[in-house]
């Protein structure tokens, strides 16, 4: 039941982002601080301190957005908070010096809606983030929790239910993008076998390096992906439900735990729900951190105990998944959009995306971007406006080049496609693909032979090796991968490199390794002329694959500026550096092994690199 | 029996709905600001100010934005507070102690007359040049 304090009027309630970047810059901290101050000033009863999931605006964490005003404070510090505390909330003079203000601009914009990167979101299966406290159903339920299950459970039929689905155009957010209400249909036309019941899973296994949407969802709104699984449930005659998520997020984890248990308290979840006839729960199955457990097989086989491998499809979970029973699995973000369709109904849903792909996307967005954070935008908004709108550009005045979106087995997109409308299609066609939501600015400095190279040597990593295309031939791209970027590739390298990349596509068992390909294939696509200047002129444009670096000294650099400061001699491991201080400067060649500590020492850029 | 009915969600929802409103940005019948400078604290605005949060709760009142700012620059007439029902003309009131803020709270915000003996006067200064 609600809590004695929720009754009280506070004038001001002080929401601290407590999503797992803020935490890691001491977002906890903060709030035991303002605690302590608001309480130094008896505000106790005037002033509410709120913890909340994720805002978004990760960059400049932690945050602090100050209700009612919408005033958003960024990169506070503990030191910061007396001072805070008593200008604002004591003596209402806001403080300008905690607000954001944009890059290459002086004033500081106080309101949080005013600001670029909020200003242009859509948030629905965000529509929570940064209101309410996550560990409180009953603030969840304030903005309309469990009101569109409620609809569901006692006023719906099934087949209606799944009609607004599949008429809202939701499509699966974990990557594929397969029709959901489709899948829900299937489900629900499959026949249990010896009782055993249907089961509804929520794929919460976020692999991707660099993104963290479901990480986000699941602590800023445990609630609404619980509520849209016991819609699916009842849709498809559910009998039992699993969210399976990643052990290493324990902040999720541990929100999911106690929203799922207010939720079982106060009757949500259980026997008889509201009186509907309907019973239903959710058990959280933690895996351990396998990339591959994203795949819907090979997640039911770990959930069974298995070894988390894929197996072919057909059958589809849809006809036998967990337990050989029919199954039910969407990502969390697909669960998360469910209560607002049921909720708003299928005609308002539609109208915002494209012909194809419907309603919003949660991305995170990070790399050579100067807001790095998670946003949710409407399908059919470009890269552009993302990157520059949103993004706020790339810092440093450098120059964009190219984003991979779809995490480490999406695509590359270059420069040149800047202004394409971000669905399922578009993406896809341009080699790439929409994925749960990953996408990595990169900008001049980055070399893409050895960003191919990166990502696949994260999917040979985390492949596990039961099919033979998937575990041999991500190998086989690795190394030619690390063999061009030490200078060591041959013009028949990129044929044989093309073909395997396409074998691997074509054969592979499951999405891990039919999609593994793609960053080598688009990279060869948009940025062929790098691949030859790393075999032919054995050279890096970017300057990142070291071993085909030159590095040396400008004389006049180092004597009128340096004064020949003697900094690169002394931190040269291979003692490839002559010279003693206030005389000018060389590299041997033969005894320098390229580690760059040269470069990176030297603050009079005397070190030159080609 | 169901643990939770319907009706009872609805209950739930509106009782919680009194606390988060306040995050909502939505319409408010009223705004009343309580002058916090050094000036306003020394003179008792903090008292004024409990005051008037204690007659929200006493009448389940959530439709009123509290508020406080600086010193309104009459420091000899603290504690003050700025009365401004939604599109009427903001009222200032002075010398205020929490009685005072009591009735003005009944009169003016919720019956929607103005306390004369305690007012200063409408309007407020100019703190928009580029609306003329």
């Known amino acids: 039941m609600a809590e004695k304090v929720k009754d009280k009027t506070f004038r001001i309630h002080l929401m601290v982002c407590a999503g797992t970047g803020c935490v890691s810059n001491h977002s906890f901290e903060i709030k035991e601080a303002l605690e302590k101050e608001v309480k130094k000033h008896g505000m106790e009863d005037e002033v509410l301190v709120v913890s909340t999931g994720c805002n978004g605006f990760c960059e400049r964490g932690p945050l602090l957005v100050v209700q009612p005003g919408n005033i958003f404070y960024q990169q506070l510090t503990v030191k910061d908070i007396p001072h805070l505390v008593e200008e604002h909330f004591l003596k209402g003079r806001p403080v300008s010096r905690l607000m954001y203000t944009p890059p290459r601009e002086k004033r500081p914009i106080p309101v949080l809606n005013d600001i670029d990167f909020f200003k242009k979101q859509v948030l629905i299966a965000l529509r929570n983030r940064g209101l309410i406290d996550p560990e409180k159903i009953e603030e969840s339920i304030a903005r309309d929790g469990y009101k569109a299950m409620a609809k569901a459970l006692t006023e719906m039929t099934p087949a209606q239910i799944i009609k607004e689905v599949t008429l809202s155009g939701l499509r699966g957010r974990g990557g594929a993008g397969f029709p959901t209400g489709l899948k829900w249909e299937m489900v629900r036309g499959a026949k249990s076998t010896n009782g055993g019941g249907k089961f509804v899973i929520c794929n919460g296994d976020e692999g991707d390096p660099g993104a963290f949407m479901d990480r986000s969802i699941l602590e800023a709104d445990p609630h609404a992906v619980i509520e849209g699984m016991v819609i699916g449930a009842k849709a498809v005659g559910g009998t039992e439900g699993v969210l399976y998520v990643r052990n290493e997020y324990p902040l999720a984890v541990k929100r999911l735990m106690v929203a799922l248990d207010q939720a079982r308290r106060l009757g949500l979840l259980g026997e008889n729900i509201l009186g509907s006839g309907f019973s239903f729960d959710i058990k959280v199955h933690r895996g351990a951190g396998a990339f591959v457990c994203g795949e819907e097989t090979a997640l039911i086989a770990s959930i069974e105990g298995r070894l988390g491998e894929p197996r072919p499809r057909p059958p589809y979970p849809a006809q036998s998944g967990l337990h050989g029973q029919p199954t039910l699995i969407n990502n969390v973000e697909t669960w998360a959009n469910v209560p607002v369709i049921v909720d708003r109904g299928a005609k308002w849903y539609s109208s915002i995306g494209t012909e194809t792909s419907k309603g919003t996307k949660v991305f995170s967005v990070v790399g050579k971007i100067n807001n790095t954070g998670l946003v949710e935008v409407p399908m059919g908004i470009t890269l552009r406006e993302i990157i520059y709108g949103i993004g706020g550009g790339i810092p440093g005045g450098k120059q964009f080049k190219a984003v991979q979106t779809g995490g480490p087995s999406g695509g590359c997109i270059p420069k040149e496609m800047i202004d394409l409308p971000i669905d399922y299609e578009s993406l896809t066609k341009a080699g790439s693909m929409m994925g749960s939501g990953g996408m990595v600015i990169m900008d001049e400095d980055t070399c893409m032979v050895d960003i191919a190279r990166y990502f696949l040597s994260f999917t040979q990593e985390e492949s596990c090796g039961k099919c033979t295309p998937c575990r041999e031939g991500t190998k086989i791209m690795l190394d030619i991968l690390t063999r061009i970027t030490e200078g060591r590739g041959t013009a028949q390298d990129l044929t044989l490199l093309e073909d395997m990349a396409n074998a691997v596509k074509d054969s592979a068992l499951c999405g891990l390794g039919k999609t593994a390909p793609n960053p080598v294939l688009t990279t060869l696509r948009y940025f062929r002329d790098e691949y030859e200047t790393h075999i032919r002129d054995k050279k890096c444009p970017a300057h990142v694959c070291r071993q085909l670096n030159t590095y040396t000294i400008d004389p006049q650099a180092c004597l009128e500026a340096g004064r020949g400061c003697d900094v690169c001699r002394r931190n040269c491991s291979s003692e490839a550096i002559r010279g003693e201080k206030n005389t000018v400067h060389s590299i041997t060649q033969e005894k320098c092994i390229k580690c760059g500590v040269c470069f990176d020492v030297c603050q009079f850029h005397a070190v030159k690199v080609k | ?132």
Do not use: W
Not at chain 2, 59 to 87: F, H, I
Not at chain 2, 89 to 107: C, G, H, S, W
């Open chain 2, 1 to 132: 029996m169901p643990k939770l009915t319907l009706e009872e969600l609805a209950k739930i929802r509106e009782q919680a709905r009194k606390t988060t409103m306040l995050r909502e940005g939505g319409e408010y019948r009223a705004k009343v600001t309580v002058h916090m400078g050094t000036c306003g604290i020394a003179a008792g605005a903090r008292g004024v100010m409990n005051a008037l949060l204690e007659e929200m709760d006493k009448r389940d009142v959530r439709d009123v934005l509290v508020a406080n700012s600086g010193c309104a620059g009459l420091c000899s007439r603290e504690p003050m507070a700025t009365v401004e029902l939604t599109g009427q003309a903001p009222v200032k009131y002075v010398d205020l102690n929490t009685d005072k803020m009591r009735k003005i709270f009944e009169q003016h915000v919720l019956g929607g007359k103005i306390v004369q003996e305690y007012a200063l006067g409408i309007g407020s200064e100019k703190t928009d040049f580029t609306k003329e």
